[in-house]
T-cell receptor, first 116, second 112 residues
Framework: DVKVTQSSRYLVKRTGEKVFLECVQD?????MFWYRQDPGLGLRLIYF???????EKGDIPEGYSVSREKKERFSLILESASTNQTSMYLC???????????????FGPGTRLTVL | GQQLNQSPQSMFIQEGEDVSMNCTSS?????WLWYKQEPGEGPVLLIA?????ELTSNGRLTAQFGITRKDSFLNISASIPSDVGIYFC????????????FGQGTTLQVKP
């Protein structure tokens, strides 16, 4: 079974703090994704990465950056947290070159971030 | 751009009833995915469909890839309280990027 883990289930931070959200997958997946989920807005893609050190902006990258130094780990960084970044953050991964299931994304349990 | 319309938006049913939901796309898909998200958790992949007309089951869940390739259906038979959650359909964005487009979700509540 694919396992995607996220460093925290709940996080409370103050406005202006730098926040790191970590995601690790254990299935040798090439692609990794960061989403945020808000009521009424669905899942929105923040950034994704299709290879180590490669990243592409998603639909809402403003206020976020990412890092992928190792294949299994994808970090989301909030450079200066703001209250409008209070949300559920979901990491996902997909595509192992040995399995060939290119589009099947597997999600972590999510991090509920509150910015005060 | 590509859009996915999922319906119904919510359902409140009695335990034991069957459930049907569907998803329609403005463009042709070569893959349909169905996810379930329980409160406070991440989405879990239930069923993946790869061929038009394909019918795939996972326990009491059955999903179909529409023949037009622009729609998909998910049925749950004999619902139980643990079926509660949000069900999302998803399909790949054009361009083979690995990115998905998601439906808005169907919220299912089951009354014991």
């Amino acid at each position: 079974d694919v396992k995607v883990t996220q460093s925290s289930r709940y996080l409370v931070k103050r406005t202006g703090e730098k926040v790191f959200l970590e995601c690790v997958q254990d299935m040798d997946h090439e692609n990794m994704f960061w989403y945020r989920q808000d009521p009424g807005l669905g899942l929105r893609l923040i950034y994704f990465s299709y290879d180590v050190k490669m990243k592409e902006k998603g639909d809402i990258p403003e206020g976020y950056s990412v890092s992928r130094e190792k294949k299994e780990r994808f970090s989301l960084i909030l450079e200066s947290a703001s209250t409008n970044q209070t949300s559920m953050y979901l990491c996902a991964s997909s595509f192992s070159r040995t399995s060939g299931a290119y589009n099947e994304q597997f999600f972590g349990p999510g991090t509920r971030l509150t910015v005060l | 751009g590509q859009q996915l319309n999922q319906s119904p938006q919510s359902m409140f049913i009695q335990e034991g009833e069957d459930v049907s939901m569907n998803c329609t796309s403005s463009s042709i898909f070569n893959t349909w995915l169905w996810y379930k998200q329980e409160p406070g958790e991440g989405p879990v992949l239930l069923i993946a469909l790869y061929k038009a007309g394909e019918l795939t089951s996972n326990g009491r869940l059955t999903a179909q890839f529409g023949i037009t390739r622009k729609d998909s259906f998910l049925n749950i038979s004999a619902s139980i309280p643990s079926d509660v959650g949000i069900y999302f359909c998803a399909g790949p964005l054009s361009g083979n990027t690995g990115k998905l487009i998601f439906g808005q979700g169907t919220t299912l509540q089951v009354k014991p």
